[in-house]
């Protein structure tokens, strides 16, 4: 089981639509990532949180705005997605310190956007 | 950017072979990964290594941290069905700041069991 739950596993959007991924740890991790998966490649970062705060930004379209509420919980609300942005979207966190490669990811949202 | 080439991009065995895959950067790296990923899931860890020439087991599986710093690989002896799914390295340069140092992913390995 992991330890990192993301919800929804599936989502059906439509390009005007406003959707939101959740995704909650309860591991005590001050680290969260969001990364992007099409088929057959690798996870790609978009997104660092680090104590509550974006630190990193890999130049994602503002359609994608992620959320840190709090050390916890992690979203990323999507608004006016294209076909494209079709993909597995996959949440990690990790510890600060020494150990911060080590992620423990969720089991990921399949997203398809019509 | 960085990138790491994984290599071969896919593997078909039979049950109780032996298994090895590389992973080769042009860029020096402080932290090397491995993950493995199964259809429908996220990326499992299996070997994390933080020091140049560190060799480290986990059960089946060995992994070595290549002396340069640029690559790294991964070993696992009598495959069995369990192995099969998409295997990664990752290697990650420390920074000064906790929460800017990224991972950089190769391009995976393809596992698959012959019957």
């Known amino acids: 089981d992991t330890e990192v739950t993301q919800t929804p596993k599936h989502l059906v959007m439509g390009m005007t639509n406003k959707k939101s991924l959740k995704c909650e740890q309860h591991?005590?991790?001050?680290?969260m990532y969001w990364y992007k998966q099409k088929a057959k490649k690798p996870p790609e970062l978009m997104f660092v949180?680090?104590?509550?705060?974006?630190?990193i930004n890999e130049s994602v379209p503002s359609r994608f705005s992620p959320e840190c509420p709090n050390s916890s919980l992690l979203n990323l609300h999507l608004h006016a997605l294209q076909p494209e942005d079709s993909a597995l979207y996959l949440c990690?966190?990790?510890?600060?310190?020494?150990?911060?490669?080590?992620?423990?990811f969720g089991e990921g949202s399949r997203l398809t956007v019509l | 950017g960085q990138q790491l080439n994984q290599s071969p991009q896919s593997m078909f065995i039979q049950e109780g072979e032996d298994v090895s895959m590389n992973c080769t950067s042009s860029?020096?790296?402080?932290?090397w990964l491995w993950y493995k990923q199964d259809p429908g899931e996220g990326p499992v860890l299996l070997i994390a290594?933080?020091?140049?020439?560190e060799l480290t087991s986990n059960g089946r599986l060995t992994a070595q941290f290549g002396i340069t710093r640029k690559d790294s690989f991964l070993n696992i002896s009598a495959s069995i069905p369990s192995d099969v799914g998409i295997y990664f390295c990752?290697?990650?340069?420390?920074?000064?700041?906790?929460?800017?140092?990224?991972?950089?992913f190769g391009t995976g390995t393809r596992l698959t069991i012959i019957p």
């Open positions: 990752a290697g990650q340069i420390k920074g000064t700041n906790f929460g800017n140092e990224k991972l950089t």
């Open positions: 949180y680090s104590y509550e705060k974006l630190s």
């Open positions: 591991m005590g991790h001050r680290a």
């Open positions: 290594l933080y020091k140049a020439g």
């Open positions: 990690a966190s990790s510890q600060p310190g020494l150990y911060t490669g080590e992620l423990f």
């Open positions: 860029s020096i790296f402080n932290t």
